[in-house]
């Protein structure tokens, strides 16, 4: 009949509510695209057909009693691993929390289930979300659907892989200084990072809760729109304090078009050294696009945006250090035995437990919050990041958006990138969002002339402006071209019966 990775998740739901196809008949392609593709993916690693079915098996039976079904109903949808959901483990791809079981639902993933998606699984990511590349995940590299020799990006690599290889329709992520758009970036899908505060973080296991934001990844932009009414629309979380009222319907101006809108672009950016000339000229592409459709291209400056990465890089760890602090073994977690006391098993547990850059962090976190050091480093960070914030306000003075790079450069190879400081330059463009915690989206713009792989830009608006973003993005994807599924996976096992 078809492949499931042919429809978009408004189709698929399409599709559900006319009775074109089943819920049950959808789970079982995606499971078996899953299975089909997987082996050489590795985005997975936890596939809760069970779940996936049972979910399925209510929405073909609410069908079938002739109950309305919900936005998303049928829709199959892949759950980052740091991202509780009650009957599976939550292990943020980290040997101390190999075994952890989820007692409870994080509100992101309940208010995707109750938009009627399937749960098709957990997927990979570097080890408690501290990466570009998911290759510190403590169980298995992920490998980017477009070539395989190379990286997703990260830290959610499964989730943007997933979407990528068709595996399933809608992805969920969490960003804490770029990686939602990186992975969208290097995997050529849709990527949103929302404002702070849009979207809970309850249940979200917490890298730097400053800076956290939970988003989804999607082939189309109406498909991410669909998740971002499903993760607010039931309006703010009272379980996480930061999360707030976002009353907005994020598909009801997709297709307003950019005619009249003031788009900023950033000299300094463009001219940045480590911008690869296909990602800047494909981005120029993007803004010349914009311009045609009506938008005026402006020029704008956000002078303190080179002190972003240090700063993040003083704030997350800082954040992390106190947040891994549980993982002692003792209250979570891998547990070390025959230990002569508690001190001793805690230390041997989070020695053994945690790898190398997940310590790398906690070790920096816990200097730059030491007596002496605090002042300098951490004082100066945050100073950054009200300079960075400002700048953001006054560039919004003049634009509505403002267009970039959402990663420097095409996925990189599979250890190609062993300096973690050279690893940590990946977040160039994504990180001072997180700092200054307004939205931002990455749409992909086909591919790359020099490298063959995907490309793409970034679109940054004003603190819950991020509807807007959508209507940007949907602007350059009518002009690109939505998302395709990486053709090495495309109709390999998963069609519809
Ligand atoms: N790559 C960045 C880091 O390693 C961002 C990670 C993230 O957003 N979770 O910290």
Redesign the pocket.
């Known amino acids: 009949m078809a492949w499931i990775d042919s429809l978009s998740a408004a189709q698929i739901a399409a599709g559900v509510v006319a009775g074109e196809f089943g819920a049950t008949e959808v789970a079982r392609a995606s499971l078996d695209a899953v299975e089909c593709r997987d082996a050489e993916v590795g985005a997975f690693l936890q596939v809760s057909a069970d779940a996936a079915l049972e979910a399925a098996a209510r929405i073909d039976a609410s069908r079938a009693a002739g109950d309305p079904l919900p936005p998303l109903a049928g829709v199959p949808l892949a759950i980052k691993d740091n991202m509780n959901l009650a009957g599976t483990r939550t292990t943020c791809a980290s040997q101390m929390l190999a075994s952890y079981e989820s007692v409870y639902t994080a509100t992101c993933v309940q208010r995707m289930l109750d938009a009627g998606c399937l749960p098709i699984g957990k997927v990979n990511m ?1 080890e408690f ?4 590349s998911t290759e510190n995940s403590a169980f298995h590299p992920t490998n980017n659907p477009w070539d395989l020799e190379r990286v997703p990006g ?3 690599g499964g989730s943007a892989a997933a979407v990528a290889a068709g595996e399933v329709a809608l992805s969920l992520g ?6 939602i758009r ?1 992975p969208a970036s290097f995997c050529g899908v849709v990527g949103m990072k929302p404002t702070y505060g849009a979207v809970s973080r309850y249940g979200v296991v917490a ?1 730097g809760s400053s800076l956290d934001q939970v988003g989804p990844f999607g082939r189309t932009v109406e498909d991410v729109a669909l998740a971002m009414n499903a993760l607010t629309a039931p309006g703010r979380d009272p379980l996480d304090g930061t999360s707030q009222e976002f009353a907005v319907d994020f598909c009801e101006h997709l297709d307003d078009g950019v005619t009249g809108r003031r788009v900023g672009v950033v000299p300094a950016l463009m001219e940045a050294e480590g911008l690869a000339p296909e990602v800047r000229r494909a981005v120029e592409r993007a803004a010349a696009q914009l311009e045609q459709q009506g938008a005026q291209v402006v020029e704008v400056e956000l002078p303190h945006l080179d002190a972003a990465i240090a700063a ?1 890089y003083v704030i ?1 760890p800082a954040e992390a250090f106190s947040n891994l602090a549980r993982f002692d073994g003792i209250r979570y977690g891998y547990q070390e035995e025959d230990c002569a006391n508690l001190a001793q098993q805690s230390a041997l547990s989070r020695a053994h437990g945690f790898g190398r850059e997940a310590k790398r962090r906690q070790m920096l976190g816990a200097y730059l919050l030491s007596s002496g050091v605090y002042d300098k480093y951490y004082y100066a960070a945050q100073k950054a990041r009200t300079m960075i914030t400002r700048d953001y306000a006054r560039a919004f003075e003049q634009v509505d958006a403002i267009l970039m790079p959402a990663a420097p450069r095409t996925a990189f190879k599979h250890g190609e990138l062993s300096d973690p400081t050279q ?2 330059l ?2 160039l463009y994504t ?1 001072s969002l ?1 700092i200054a915690g307004n939205g931002g989206i990455s749409v992909p713009l086909g591919l790359g002339e020099d490298s063959g792989l995907p490309v793409s830009a970034q679109l940054v608006a004003p603190a819950f402006h991020d509807r807007e973003l959508l209507t940007y993005a949907r602007a350059l994807e009518v002009a690109f071209g939505a998302a395709p599924v990486a053709p090495a996976c495309a109709q390999k096992g998963g069609e519809l019966a």
């Open positions: 570097d979300a501290f990466g570009s990260g830290s959610s969490s960003d804490t200084g770029g990686s990186q890298f993040y997350g690893m940590y990946s977040d990180i997180n």
